[in-house]
């Protein structure tokens, strides 16, 4: 089993991105936000534990992170790989993957600070599908969403005081990890601050696709 890994501040692109991988790869997205989102949504242990750190714009601990993995990359649908969005955030998470898995790619996707908070406080998604969009740069179609029942939904944590406690985060604790991969020679950098389409052409280059 081998698997990439989508890495980034928050609101850089990553779920945005990992649509379209998802499309031409075929490889299934798993994103640890999605998957404590919906912990929290059914009140599990897991959730409850979670919630407080979340709405805080803070990182939930590597015990819990870790053994959500592990659950989920035993689903059939993981046996070729998968990919990783937002996982590892740590360097304790990122021992406990190269134990589980092979690591081939990780796409950086940066974008400024300054641009962040902006993207994050405009995002809202379709509470049908998940797809996300954003007020100014990728506003639902006149047409409706492609799922044909858009209703908007936003997320607790997109608030302009969470999102600086989440940069924070991202800086002090996530941010070593480029080192980390850099020196295995997989750490591939992304230009996150243009449009999504030209993204998404230079991480299925670097990818091989
Ligand atoms: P998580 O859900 O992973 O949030 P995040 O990393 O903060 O990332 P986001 O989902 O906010 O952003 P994104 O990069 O996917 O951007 P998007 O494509 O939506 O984590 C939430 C919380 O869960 C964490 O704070 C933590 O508490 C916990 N957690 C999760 N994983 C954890 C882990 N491994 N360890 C510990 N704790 C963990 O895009 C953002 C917006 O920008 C959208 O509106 C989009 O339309 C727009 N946009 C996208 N691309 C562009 C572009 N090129 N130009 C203009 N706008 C764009």
């Known amino acids: ?47 409850l534990e979670a919630k407080g750190y979340m709405e805080a714009g803070q990182l939930v601990p590597d015990s819990i992170i870790i053994e959500l993995i592990r659950q989920r990359i035993k689903l059939p649908d993981a046996i070729d790989g998968v990919m990783f969005d937002g996982f590892p955030r740590t360097i304790p998470q990122a021992e406990a993957l190269a134990e589980i898995t092979d690591v081939t790619h990780v796409i950086a996707i940066e974008v400024p600070d300054e641009k962040i908070v902006e993207r994050i406080c405009g995002r809202y998604s379709c509470s049908n599908c998940g797809l996300v969009f954003h007020e100014t740069f990728n506003p639902v179609p006149e047409s409706g969403c492609t799922c044909g029942n858009f209703e908007e939904k936003r997320r607790a944590d997109d ?16 941010s070593p990890l480029a080192e980390w991969y850099d020196n295995l020679g997989i750490f591939h950098r992304i230009d996150g601050d243009r449009a999504i389409d030209l993204i998404s052409t230079d991480i299925l280059e670097a990818l091989g696709n």
């Open 1 to 47: 089993m081998s698997s990439i890994v989508l890495f980034g501040p928050p609101g850089a692109g990553k779920g945005t991105q990992a649509e379209r991988i998802m499309i031409s790869t075929g490889l299934p997205q798993v994103s640890t936000g999605d998957m404590l989102r919906a912990a929290v949504k059914e009140q599990t242990p897991t959730g």
């Open 159 to 174: 608030n302009q005081d969470t999102v600086l406690s989440r940069l924070s985060a991202y800086h002090e604790q996530t």
